[in-house]
């Protein structure tokens, strides 16, 4: 069973052998039948973008798949295919297969991420087109081993330092740098990304395109209309334009009926009337919800891993935030209760733990996947 596989592999290592997954792939890559790869990297958005651009393909009549991740509650999340999670029938004679093609010993080595990954190219052989999204980096991710049609960039910004660089530059650096011959920019937060950006076009002759210039004015009353229609906050839109570039891109037309229920869930979900989902975790993520959710006032039901600038991005929610909640997240790289109490007084927050939502309160649950995860069992028992 893949499930019981998966499990015995680590979800994190403390360090990465960025060589392994191109080794082994190429060992195995000619039992491979590949589709067109639209590959999206970034640091906010690539769930959303991909989902946005996977339906509208799977609307126009396009066999297509979308491998995104991590999950909320359930694995078959994570390999998206023509309009549906993927059974666990597909799934399990996947990994039936994928177990003949590799050694022993690879199978062994490849992390949780990286057999996945080749577990998702499988199960996409018949489809015409993959989105496929990046996991935590950019030129070194189990992703960008293979060829790529077409790379999205989402907006760039600080986020798993300890694995790609502790400036923007650095970042932004290794995530461009997963792009093959021609990519789609979208709209930035820093600068650098744009430096970086231009300095690859210069130097390894590959063409990067800005969002705006493959949109027309057709395209950005599309973008109103769809937007008002599946109720989309600003951030949502942008990740929107970016997936209808790609269209533009590709030079396949298309109508605002092909975005219908195109929304990934966790992301601003409203889940109840009083209740709101999300699965961000960095502060380009609050920063995002806060403008959306500007003027109103929730109870933030809350965790954070150790390594996330947690302080900050408490900081950026305050001014929507009336309290906060701690909820348990059964991880060891969670913080510790009392030092996130502590944080949380600093800022002149009051906290309690949490235990049940009221139905007079507002409540935004927020802090990463897992603590949407948290949240939604302990709702539904």
């Known amino acids: 069973m893949l499930e019981t596989f998966l499990n015995a592999k680590p979800l994190y290592y ?18 491979f039948k590949l589709p067109k790869i639209i590959h999206i990297i970034g640091t906010n958005g ?22 995104t991740s991590p999950h909320i509650l359930n694995f078959n999340e994570r390999i998206w295919k023509n309009g549906r999670n993927i059974d666990t029938k597909t799934l399990d004679d996947a990994h039936q297969k994928l177990l003949t093609l590799l050694s022993p010993v690879d199978t062994e080595a490849l992390s949780y991420f990286e057999y996945t990954t080749l577990l998702a190219m499988l199960i996409y052989e018949d489809v015409e087109y993959v989105v496929l999204e990046a996991g935590l980096g950019g030129e070194y991710d189990a992703t960008a081993v293979f060829p790529k049609l077409l790379t999205l960039v989402t907006p760039i910004a600080k986020d798993h330092e300890a694995f790609l660089g502790n400036d923007i530059k650095s970042i932004a650096t290794t995530k ?44 950005r009353e599309k973008v109103e209309e769809i937007s008002r ?15 209808i570039s790609a269209l533009k891109y590709l030079h396949i037309a298309y109508d605002v009926k092909d975005f219908q229920k195109s929304r990934l869930y966790g992301r601003l979900t409203k889940f109840r009337e009083n209740i709101i989902l999300d699965v961000g975790h960095n502060t380009l993520a609050a920063s995002a919800i806060q403008k959306s959710l500007q ?21 950026i929610l305050k001014p929507i935030i009336s309290e906060v909640e701690i909820i348990e997240v059964d991880d060891a790289r969670v913080e510790k209760r009392e030092v996130m109490q502590e944080t949380i007084k600093s800022l002149h927050l009051n906290y309690a733990p949490f235990h049940k939502t009221l139905k007079q309160k507002n409540y935004l649950v927020f802090g990463s996947f897992s603590v949407v995860e948290a949240f939604l069992k302990a709702y539904n028992e």
């Not at 990304?193 to 493959?214: C, K, N, P, T």
């Open 229 to 243: 229609e599946n109720h989309l906050v600003e951030y949502l839109e942008d990740n929107l334009k970016l997936a």
């Open 295 to 315: 003027g109103s006032q929730y109870t933030l039901i809350y965790n954070s891993y150790k390594d996330k600038n947690y302080e900050e991005i408490l900081h």
């Open 176 to 219: 461009l740098n997963a792009i093959d011959k021609e990519a789609i920019l979208a709209k930035q937060n820093f600068k650098e990304v744009y430096e970086i950006a231009d300095a690859l076009e210069r130097d390894r002759g590959i063409q990067i395109y800005s969002m705006d210039s493959l949109l027309d004015d057709a395209d």
């Open 46 to 67: 690539k769930g959303t973008t991909g989902r946005f651009l996977a339906t509208a393909l799977h609307s126009l009549g396009f066999s297509v798949g979308h491998y």
């Open 14 to 31: 403390d360090t990465i052998d960025y060589g392994r997954m191109p080794r082994i792939y190429d060992s195995i890559k000619e039992q």
